[in-house]
């Protein structure tokens, strides 16, 4: 019991001395052409760096009082990348105040200055579908775009949807749900920057969006992606590209997708393997690739 108790002070003591730090450390100044998008320090030396701290310690007490006493703009963009506190507290994971903040008058729809980048999309990409459900609350926008150039010719690239749909997160399906019940445009894209939804969800093989997508009436007959030629690739091609174990949940899928666009007059099994694709797939079942071709 007694070395329980030393245990206990021991983490106690630890955990406060690590705040202390933590607080010392984002007092300190520092050259902010150092610092990434997600630093709370990009408002160091700005009319809001009492709430850019409030914000990340949640402090929500201190949050009201600077905003509705002290009249803090709850809008202020940092120097750097023109962030709000809105999208750093998405990107650091404070949801009770980004919530407090939308409470208080943030803008859920203002775009930062170096890609256009608006909290809506910042919430899109996180894995935590609770933000989204809640800037969706409070009027922003399914349809934001990122509408700055960051290099010469270049053009808006993502949207709040495109933003929704990785790879590596789980909550794709249900923040693409959201967008769209939402309004959210599903055949937008912008050839060369901007991917279109369906062909983004067929690239990062999310069998779980496509299908949705095209349940919900994506343009199918619009180009996907393009090969390493420039050259347009069309839905039966990036199927063709899709590659997954026949026992798999996201083969299924994909024939429920094959079987759609074959009621469409669309033959899925009419349209030739990719040569790469086929190398993949002796690669990856060099055991039966035959009949693997055969089916898959």
Known sequence: MKNKII????????????????????????????LLGNDIRLFQDTPVWNLA???????LTLIKEEINLKKTNPNYKEPKFGSTLLMLGIKNNKYKSVNLLL??????????SYAGETAMICASKSSDINYLKLLLKYKGNPNSRENVQTKNGDQARKTALTSAISYYDSTSLEKVKLLIDAGADLNYYNEGHT???????????????????????ANYNLPMSKDSKGRNIYILKALRQCVFDLES??????????????????????EPI???????IKKKYPDNWMQYINKY
């Open 195 to 217: 991917d279109l939804p369906l062909g983004l969800s067929l690239t990062l093989d999310k069998m779980d969006v496509a299908l949705y997508l095209i349940q919900r009436g």
């Open 103 to 112: 409470y208080l008058g943030a803008d859920p729809n203002l775009g930062d």
């Open 249 to 270: 949940t996201e083969f299924q899928q994909k024939k429920q997708i094959i079987q759609y666009l074959k009621n469409k007059g669309l033959n899925y099994f009419e």
């Open 7 to 34: 245990l206990i002070i021991l983490f106690i003591a630890v955990s406060c001395n690590n705040k202390e730090e933590k607080v010392n450390n984002r007092e300190s100044k520092i050259n902010k052409s150092e």
């Open 274 to 280: 990719p040569e790469k694709t086929l190398k993949k």
């Open 53 to 59: 701290k409030a914000v990340e310690d949640e402090n």
